[in-house]
């Protein structure tokens, strides 16, 4: 089973480890092991705000789909690496991610 590592930052102060099953949805699995991911429309993929950073295993995971692309084209600070969690489905390997820190009010205007 691959081991999601979430790197410790102002959004998850303590960091986590934890395995998950190939398939399972990422951001279902970060708030199942008690992190606290943002997910504003309840994992549709309509709003950006399970935002991750995944910094090893993206070539692990399936390619985005044109729709996440669209979307993470207006969420806050997309980069390569950037993915809705809530769009990734894990594959084998393991994945180290990075949470996105945005301001509430930062948050409200990007899902309004």
Known sequence: MPTVTVVANAVCPEGATFTVETGE?????????GVKLAHACEFNGACATCHVYVKQGYDSLAEPSDAEFDRLDTAFDSRPDSRLACQVKVGNADLVLSLIHISEPTRLALIS
């Open 25 to 33: 949805n990422l951001a279902r699995a970060l708030v199942k092991h």
